[in-house]
T-cell receptor, first 114, second 112 residues
Framework: NAGVTQTPKFQVLKTGQSMTLQCAQD?????MYWYRQDPGMGLRLIYY???????DKGEVPNGYNVSRLNKREFSLRLESAAPSQTSVYFC?????????????FGSGTRLTVV | QKEVEQNSGPLSVPEGAIASLNCTYS??????FFWYRQYSGKSPELIMS????GDKEDGRFTAQLNKASQYVSLLIRDSQPSDSATYLC????????????FGTGTKLQVIP
């Protein structure tokens, strides 16, 4: 039972380069999320997808785009990376079982933009 | 005012003691409350959720919710060195599955 799988785990980009972070979940969850985590700032929502075919902006969407490819997969794209996007990125999914309600997070992607 | 506030710590407790972690929130419309544990360099993992005023126990963990005072706390009994981590409080608005706000976390150190 893999849960939420993120790739890559580490990445170094030069300013202006682009990349896509991949995320897949095998828990049949409808909702998926992308967060970034910076020291002293906590987890901040970038984009979310309430269900297959829908995406919406979160708190810090500028500089990012997302694609909900299917129910399992939700990708995050940086079109032109900037040093301010250096962060740890987490993908998460949310189930509806009241007993275990809460996010399941992927292992994270540590991104450095130089 | 931050939406979800936590003392950053570190909170140091001796092994075997009770660790008490606190969180306050600003939005009275908040309906669901969560505690996550995050080890250094790892992703957050859900410890427990609480929705109603009062206490909820799960093993060594007890979550306490007081909506009137707008705070939620997590007690860890018989603290172990393996409990040393950062504990994140998260708050969700009613019907707002997308509106989950995290605190910045409290770092707990359990001293052997």
């Amino acid at each position: 039972n893999a849960g939420v799988t993120q790739t890559p785990k580490f990445q170094v980009l030069k300013t202006g380069q682009s990349m896509t972070l991949q995320c897949a979940q095998d828990m049949n969850h409808n909702s998926m999320y992308w967060y970034r985590q910076d020291p002293g700032m906590g987890l901040r929502l970038i984009y979310y997808s309430a269900s297959e075919g829908t995406t919406d902006k979160g708190e810090v969407p500028n500089g990012y785009n997302v694609s909900r490819l299917n129910k399992r997969e939700f990708s995050l794209r940086l079109e032109s990376a900037a040093p301010s996007q250096t962060s740890v990125y987490f993908c998460a999914s949310l189930g509806t079982d009241r007993r275990t309600y809460g996010y399941t997070f992927g292992s994270g992607t540590r991104l450095t933009v130089v | 005012q931050k939406e979800v506030e936590q003392n950053s710590g570190p909170l140091s407790v001796p092994e075997g003691a009770i660790a008490s972690l606190n969180c306050t929130y600003s939005d009275r419309g908040s309906q669901s409350f969560f505690w996550y544990r995050q080890y250094s360099g790892k992703s957050p993992e859900l410890i427990m959720s609480i929705y109603s005023n009062g206490d909820k126990e799960d093993g060594r963990f007890t979550a306490q919710l007081n909506k009137a005072s707008q705070y939620v706390s997590l007690l860890i009994r018989d603290s172990q060195p393996s409990d040393s981590a950062t504990y994140l409080c998260a708050v969700q608005l009613a019907g707002g599955y997308q509106k989950v706000t995290f605190g910045t976390g409290t770092k707990l150190q359990v001293i052997p």
